[in-house]
């Protein structure tokens, strides 16, 4: 008896195992992947980073790492712009703690400098502006002749000044010491700084004017 002829089902067994061939677009793109992927690692063994590579290139291992690659290029992109972000912010409060020229001091009177604290509050400079407030309030002081404005002086001096008027030196000291939380200290000035400091600036004005009004009285 004859072998049976088993070809015809080995031949339809064997079509099953016959992969279609990979398209064109999708081979390019695999090439393109491998070669961006070599290119990528000896670059950066040039740079003495060592990065493993796959000695079987298996596709899937491929794309793994060109997934690694881009995740860690989303990540350096993001902690580079945290970073000049930073950068930008800290460069903008150097520039807002820019004093207001010294020069200036001397040729202002109260009232300017009241309207230059406005104005640098206007551009939300609350640091500057405090300061300016400060100065309105000692030149006031200079103007109604209970203490010669000097700018050398420290605020412990000028309070020593006003040791006779305890209402009015309370007041001062109060302005002084928040002035000098922001312009000595790492406190950050806000509007509502601001607008204290001009709450207690008014307040001098008007405990300097009851001194005056008591000297005219003792005067009389």
Known sequence: ???????????????????????KVISTFEDLTLSLLRYLVDFLSSLHIRVPYPTHENIMTIYMMLVIFVLATIAISAMVFVL????????SIVASRKPVDANLEPLLDSAAWLSVAQELASEKNFRSACRAIFLASLLTLDEKSIAEFTPALSNYEYLYKLSRHKDLQAKVRDLAYKVDSFWF?????AANDFQLCLS????ICRRAEDVLERRLQNGQ
């Open 84 to 91: 000049i972000k930073s950068v930008k912010q800290t460069k």
């Open 1 to 23: 008896m004859e072998p049976k002829d088993l070809s015809p089902y080995i031949e339809a067994i064997s079509k099953n195992y016959l992969y279609p061939k990979t398209p």
């Open 185 to 189: 200290g790492h406190e950050e000035a």
């Open 200 to 203: 207690l600036h008014q307040t």
